[in-house]
């Protein structure tokens, strides 16, 4: 089956290997976002020869791997979890489970497909869906640490934090949905929830706050690796340094992949402790 590619004077030429990998000059400009990686992309395919390209070799391989890792260790981590034990807190167990496996979903999409047609509107497509698997792990996975932070705070002072933290969801995803750049969308997507995050921190760490004590390290590594792999992500680090060295593993997106996975486990950490301190004190306090 004939592909289609892209040289540099924009010239269409065809090709019948769908396995044929491609240099950054031969792409379309919005497929080269990152100009220290030279080689080992697929060229423009159909969306057949890109789900085919998943079981070839190129430099879309790792980020594809990593997140079918991730995406099937989420769903037994949720499947063997202690919340199937917990009968009430529907919503905020809804919450924890969205933001566990939705994201891998949209990444293994977006990685998959982003070369389809070597089409910019195609790709934007699969971009914002993807922000926005990012948005909702982000978001809802923070309201398990944000419902358990403020409840012991009184009752107008909740409905205000709860207004604010609505507000900054849907600020976020608006923004989302505006910037069209992957690095200058981060910080909305994973910088303003960290921030949220390291406040409820904060407040766990005094006797306003509720929640699991023994959680509070796991938030913490969970942003830390979050912001590490934004950082580096954002850097190009290592490939700005050694060009064309590391086109096909352990690039900065690479690195950024493996670290938000295990952001993933031990916000998972958190988010079990969390809502099992919550049934626990809710059940204690029907009781009384
Ligand atoms: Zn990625």
């Known amino acids: 089956m004939a592909v289609q590619h892209f040289t540099n ?35 423009p395919m159909r969306p057949l020869q890109c789900f085919s390209s998943i079981l070839t070799i190129h430099n879309e391989t790792l ?16 499947y063997t979890s202690p919340l199937r034990e917990v009968k009430d807190l529907q919503f905020i167990k809804l919450c924890h489970v969205i933001a566990t496996i939705i994201p891998w979903i949209g990444s293994i999409v977006y990685h998959t ?17 993807d ?14 640490v944000v419902s358990v932070t403020i409840y012991y705070l009184p009752s107008y002072t909740k409905v205000i934090i ?13 923004k989302v949905f505006k910037v069209n750049n992957f690095i200058k969308a981060s910080r909305f997507y994973f910088f303003l929830p960290i921030t949220i995050r390291m406040t409820s921190v904060i407040l766990r760490s005094t006797s306003h706050g509720g929640g699991s004590q023994s959680a509070l390290g796991y938030v913490v590594l969970a942003d830390l690796s ?8 954002a850097s190009r680090w290592p490939e700005k340094y050694f060009p064309g060295n590391f086109d096909f593993v352990f690039n900065s997106h690479n690195i950024m992949h493996l670290l938000v996975l295990l952001a993933m486990y031990w916000m ?21």
């Not at 709860?162 to 608006?174: D, E, H, M, R, T």
Request: aromatic share 16%; net charge positive.
């Open 63 to 78: 980020n594809i791997y990593t997140h079918i890792i991730a995406l099937i260790l989420s769903i037994s981590l949720i």
């Open 268 to 288: 998972h950490q958190v988010n079990i402790q969390d809502i099992l301190w919550l049934s626990s004190v809710q059940i204690t306090r029907s009781n009384v």
């Open 162 to 174: 709860g207004v604010f933290y609505w507000a900054i969801c849907i600020w976020g995803l608006y």
């Open 226 to 233: 979050s912001v590490i792999g934004g950082i580096i992500n």
């Open 131 to 144: 922000l926005i698997c990012i948005w909702l792990a982000q978001y809802m996975g923070g309201i398990p």
């Open 9 to 43: 004077s924009g010239v269409y030429f065809t090709c019948k290997k769908i396995t044929m990998l491609c240099y950054r000059e031969n792409l379309p400009e919005h497929l080269r976002f990152n100009p220290y990686i030279d080689q080992g992309y697929r060229p």
């Open 113 to 129: 497909f982003m070369n389809v047609y070597g089409n910019k509107r195609y790709y934007n497509i699969l971009l914002k869906a």
